[in-house]
């Protein structure tokens, strides 16, 4: 029997191997059912999917589980990134909403993400509950399905459009006008993901222009590893921009909902450095105050914007399962994590890489001051800060012998900084002298060992991260 497990963002699988139609039909039988017990079954259920090998398939196979339920479906008309099927759980009064798309894992991968009535991710007590009731689903024999010409001929299936809705919703929190007027020069790595021309078609027409690379439907994304926002994959972003005649660089992931920024020098400005600039921005140029989530792997430059203008910061695991519900609980203004996600207030407590970009063009326009100014400007406030980040592969059979070295690890200091404490809130935390880090964690999406650190210089952080991996045993 397939052993199918929710990770940090939903159930990812390699395509044939795990991940198959029977497969996905199990996990959307299982859906049906939580949607029955909790009685959000008569809300319905939105259904959107990204550019990968059959997404549009498997989101079809999906629709007509839900149709076999007696369950009312809309269907994306057209591949969407994951924050428009999201707004759509929120327009349609949805009682969920089924995303096929494993973001921004590898080519052979895809997934599964559930988005409960409120539009984020699944807490961990949603997905623990749908997962749980597979087996039984399996022994019972009782997935439930409709061919998806009877499910549209009984209405139990509309196709919607999905995308101009959301098209619609991020032009209401940036000054258009202003940043077509403003002449910028934009560069826009889409990734061959689900957010191509979208950030073209917000802006429009004028003085400002928009140019895509990798802006069409490839899911072997060709050129990269996977179609993840970060230095090693935005190579042709980054070259072209040395090149010149380009102000900044604005990348997305798989499914739109991850976002990277390359200043007008095409140089890659890392995530926790976006993560703070946006903070920066909302509360020096929007002037907004109010709670500010971030995940234990975010950086505490944050915690010194927070500080400085009285906004208290709450930290939370990794993924947005977690920042999404203490976003809602304390009415942030900002929440974001490690890997490129960020969300909004006023909008949904989810991650938007498209919105994050033309929050970054609105900033531009508003002060004339390109990506790399800003991040003077920033660092001028909080100090140096470096980071880096490090993946190693990691067997099945390893992990339990990794978990344990770490665990029993009592370093008294980690690149010459005195280690103060530990925590086990997501992963071996180890908190060094002067606020700085380092953690090692597995993933909850990939067979991955993810070791992170954050420190005044970058010759400390690649210290750090040998030393994490000498205390999990292990090398790249």
């Not at 990204?50 to 008309?77: K, Y």
């Not at 926790?272 to 909302?282: C, W």
């Not at 002037?287 to 971030?294: K, Q």
Request: hydrophobic share 40%.
């Amino acid at each position: 029997m397939t052993d199918i497990k929710f990770g940090t963002d939903g159930w990812r699988a390699v395509i044939a191997d795990d991940y198959t139609f029977d497969n996905v039909r199990l996990v959307s039988q299982s859906l049906a059912e939580y949607l029955k017990r909790h009685e959000l079954a008569g809300r319905g259920v939105a259904i959107g999917y990204d550019t990968r090998f059959l997404s549009g398939s498997f989101a079809g196979a999906t629709a007509e589980v839900m149709a076999g339920n007696e369950i009312r479906a809309w269907l994306s008309d057209g591949f969407v990134p994951t924050p428009a099927l999201s707004l759509a759980v929120r327009e349609h009064k949805a009682g969920a909403g089924a995303m096929i798309t494993a973001s921004h894992n590898p080519a052979r991968w895809n997934g599964f993400k559930i988005k409960p009535h409120f539009g984020g991710s699944a807490p961990p007590e949603v997905t623990a509950e749908i997962e749980q009731a597979i087996p039984g689903i399996i022994t019972g024999d009782r997935v439930q399905h409709m061919p998806l010409g009877e499910a549209e001929a009984r209405g139990l299936v509309d196709r919607v459009d999905m995308r101009t809705p959301y098209v619609r919703a991020v032009r209401e929190f940036v000054d258009l006008d202003a940043i077509r007027r403003a002449g910028i020069n934009v560069l826009v790595d889409s990734m061959y993901g689900a957010a191509q021309g979208i950030t073209n078609e917000v802006v429009g027409e004028g003085p400002t222009r928009v140019h895509e690379i990798h802006g069409v439907r490839n899911p072997s994304f060709p050129g990269m590893r996977a179609p993840e926002p970060i230095a090693a994959n935005l190579g042709e972003l980054m070259s072209t921009i040395k090149q010149g005649g380009y102000d900044v660089g604005l990348a997305t992931d798989g499914d739109g909902d991850r976002f990277g920024l390359v200043d007008d020098q095409g140089r890659f400005v890392t995530q926790l450095q976006t993560f703070a600039l946006l903070v920066h921005y909302f509360l020096e140029i929007r002037g907004e105050r109010g709670p500010i989530v971030r995940s234990v792997t975010m950086t505490r430059m944050v915690d010194k914007l927070g500080e400085r203008f009285d906004c208290p910061v709450y930290e939370t695991p990794v993924g947005f399962k977690f920042l999404g519900p203490k976003m809602i609980e304390t009415g942030a203004m900002i929440a974001g994590e490690e890997s490129g996600g960020s969300a909004f207030r006023g909008h949904i407590p989810e991650r938007d890489g498209v919105l994050a970009g033309l929050f970054f063009l609105d900033w531009i326009a508003r002060t004339g001051k390109r990506p790399s100014e800003l991040l003077r400007d920033l660092l001028d406030i909080v100090g140096p800060h470096e980071y880096d980040r490090v993946d190693i592969t990691m067997r099945p059979e390893e992990q339990a012998a990794v978990r344990e070295r770490i665990g029993a690890a009592q370093p008294k200091d980690i690149a010459g900084l005195a280690v103060e404490g530990r925590d086990s809130i997501d992963g071996y935390r180890f908190m060094l002298e002067g606020g700085w880090w380092l953690l090692l964690r597995f993933s909850g999406t990939e067979p991955l060992l993810r070791i992170y650190a954050e420190m005044p210089t970058m010759a400390q952080v690649q210290d750090a991260l040998q030393a994490g991996q000498e205390l999990a045993g292990v090398t790249l």
